[in-house]
């Protein structure tokens, strides 16, 4: 397995700002992706990050709103732009150490409040 | 019909009774299957993982897997108190390069002393 950080652990944001949310791996891995996780639901894909390129969306999640950077293979950033309160939610960094078969292990959350 | 579709209980079993926990999916290709478990206010943490059809153990816990019918499940032996989470099915398909993992929405586990 891998050891993933995320900072902020926890934020309570205005309406209208923006918040970036860090992911850190202790060691190099191929794959890393950003879920949310709404208030009582399920885990929902937002993007893969790719290195060096522009990450690769879900449907119904756009660049624009939810930009994404990955800068080398340890390290990535997601920011919510323009939040309201529908945004509150957790986001959750996950990596694999390669694909296929590969097993995801998820970061401790970032817990995100919009008022 | 959903993806990956489960339970969302509360299933409620006494301890050290057998926790059977069911998840069905749609997409006929899926290669690689995992359940995790998520307690409340944390993040998933892996269970088990199975690539292939018949049962595959883990100390307590005994992933199933039948391809044909589209079912994977989890069962738990001597279930303890400790066990009590949200345990999530997540299926990986040939969408997304193969490295698409699409989640059910949950069963919630409850062990009753």
């Known amino acids: 397995s891998a050891v993933i950080s995320q900072k902020p652990s926890r934020d309570i944001c205005q309406r209208g700002t923006s918040l970036t949310i860090q992911c850190q791996v202790d060691?190099?891995?191929?794959?890393m992706f950003w879920y949310r996780q709404q208030p009582g639901q399920s885990l929902t894909l937002i993007a893969t990050a790719n290195q060096g390129s522009e990450a690769t969306y879900e449907s119904g999640f756009v660049i624009d709103k939810f930009p994404i950077s990955r800068p080398n293979l340890t390290f990535s950033t997601l920011t919510v732009s323009n939040m309201s309160p529908e945004d509150s939610s957790i986001y959750l960094c996950?990596?694999?150490?390669?694909?296929?078969?590969?097993?995801?292990?998820f970061g401790p959350g970032t817990r995100l409040l919009v008022l | 019909q959903k993806e990956v579709e489960q339970n969302s209980g509360p299933l409620s079993v006494p301890e050290g009774a057998i926790a059977s926990l069911n998840c069905t999916y749609s997409?006929?290709?899926?290669?690689?299957f995992f359940w995790y478990r998520q307690y409340s206010g944390k993040s998933p943490e892996l269970i088990m993982s199975?690539?292939?059809?018949g049962d595959k153990e883990d100390g307590r816990f005994t992933a199933q897997l039948n391809k044909a019918s589209q079912y994977v499940s989890l069962l738990i032996r001597d279930s303890q108190p400790s066990d009590s989470a949200t345990y999530l099915c997540?299926?990986?398909?040939?969408?997304?390069?193969?490295?698409?993992?699409?989640f059910g929405t949950g069963t919630q586990l409850k062990v009753e002393l």
């Open positions: 060691s190099q891995v191929t794959m």
């Open positions: 997409d006929r290709g899926s290669q690689s």
């Open positions: 199975i690539y292939s059809n």
């Open positions: 996950s990596v694999s150490r390669a694909g296929g078969q590969e097993t995801q292990y």
């Open positions: 997540a299926v990986k398909g040939l969408t997304g390069g193969g490295n698409k993992l699409t």
